[in-house]
């Protein structure tokens, strides 16, 4: 069975331009998030969706946005892109029911020149 | 505010003795706990996880403990094996199944041969 597929791994982006991740979840989990990690720290929490539907939003500007499909995969989007952003961007999936854990894809590495 | 604590950035121990990797959090209402390992260029891999109905949980090499009075938790690697060598993130949830997890900012786990 096929885990969390990111794409595209790597990215190089100029300031002031948008860019979209894209995530696949594991099949039969309807529940996807993203989060941020930049070096020397641990993941930051982006955004939670399940169902299709925002159940959760960390501390990030209005720049960052996502949205998840009928069939459970995600985008995650960042506009006017600034330095700052670069980073690990990592979607995590999750099944249903309380106390199962999420499961993460390689990541989407990030870089703003 | 840093709510998950990993105050040893860094540790290393021989092959086969026991690895012990410490996390600390502030938030009471964090009630599920989990610990990921993480390979460079590769996304967070689930280890174990643990509910703050429990005190310990066991897989194979790997035990979690949680001191819920001194919000405290740990892993216990048993028998540490080159391979273990990564960086350890702990992460805690203040719902189980919303998938808003805090992470710390890891412990990089050298096991040497």
């Known amino acids: 069975d096929a885990g969390v597929t990111q794409s595209p791994t790597h990215l190089i982006k100029t300031r002031g331009q948008q860019v979209t991740l894209r995530c696949s979840p594991i099949?039969?989990?309807?529940?996807v998030s993203w989060y941020q990690q930049v070096l020397g720290q641990g993941p930051q929490f982006i955004f939670q969706?399940?169902?299709?539907?925002?159940?959760g939003r960390g501390n990030f500007p209005d720049r960052f946005s996502a949205r998840q499909f009928p069939n459970y995969s995600s985008e995650l989007n960042v506009n006017a892109l600034l330095l700052g952003d670069s980073a690990l961007y990592l979607c995590?999936?999750?099944?249903?029911?309380?106390?199962?854990?999420?499961?993460f894809g390689q990541g989407t590495r990030l870089t703003v020149v | 505010d840093q709510q998950v604590k990993q105050n040893s950035p860094s540790l290393s121990v021989q092959e086969g003795r026991i690895s012990i990797l410490n996390c600390d959090y502030t938030n009471s209402m964090f009630d599920y706990f989990l610990w990921y390992k993480k390979y460079p260029a590769e996304g967070p891999t689930f280890l174990i996880s643990?509910?703050?109905?429990?005190d310990k949980n066991e897989d194979g090499r790997f035990t979690v403990f949680l001191n819920k009075s001194a919000k405290h938790l740990s892993l216990h690697i048993v028998p540490s094996q080159p391979g273990d060598s990564a960086v350890y993130f702990c992460a805690a949830s203040a719902i189980i199944g919303t998938y808003k997890y805090i992470f710390g900012t890891g412990t990089r786990l050298k096991v040497l041969a």
């Open positions: 643990i509910s703050s109905i429990k």
């Open positions: 995590a999936s999750s099944g249903q029911g309380q106390g199962t854990e999420a499961f």
């Open positions: 969706y399940y169902e299709k539907e925002e159940r």
């Open positions: 099949s039969g989990h309807k529940s």
